[in-house]
């Protein structure tokens, strides 16, 4: 078996066992452990190659392998998590404000309150869980300004001012509370704490009130959150 054929061979059972003492233990037969009776010195002869039914591969081979694979899963996750905000040229402070956030937005930390008109010319108006959204679509339609992102009847609120349909939904990030004196509020799932999206008072603890100043938007307000509990 050239070197080759041998690297493969490792990482075929490198990818088929979590440890070491795992691929020493499906080498062994219940022969061996018959007349050995000790299943630690059947692994040793397994791993000094005088017992076991396939190849011998040696502990730091395996272990070099197995280190040597994971970094090459991390570094293409990595890859693959390119940030859809990257290199484009943002001009608008809205698209530019949800760039800044886009890396750290995986917990749900930032919503986002538009308001303006639809395709139609309706007027609509709602509350969107950008870490959802970022999830569940590409926003590269978004940043590149081929598309505007809006509101939708599945985001955390929806409300169409000619229809005067209303629609609210809690996502995986924040619960609804709609039926409350003090109006919409949001419950961050991760600490519990409140948002209070009403422009008269503070937004809540750890949260913050931005608005934007755009020329894409009637109202475009973004709303953060910073989670004090440990992840």
Sequence with gaps: MDQEERLTAVDNIVTQFNTYEDFLDSQITS????????????????????????????????????????????????????????????????????AVREEDNHNGKTVIFIRDKNSHGQEVSGYIDYAHRLKIEDFEVYFSGKRRLLPKPTDMSFYNWDSHIAVWNSTPNYQVIADNLEGLLFKYKRDRKILNVDPKVPPGDNSTRIPIQTDLYIQAVIFDHISRRKT
């Design 31 to 98: 022969v061996d452990l018959y007349y050995l009776e000790d299943e630690g010195l059947a692994r040793q002869l397994v791993e000094l190659g005088y017992r076991g039914t396939g190849e011998v591969v040696k502990r730091e081979d395996f272990e070099a392998r197995k280190a040597a694979i994971e970094i090459a899963r991390l570094a293409e996750r990595t890859q693959k998590k390119t940030l859809t905000s990257a290199g484009k040229d943002l001009q608008d402070n809205f698209l530019k404000a949800l």
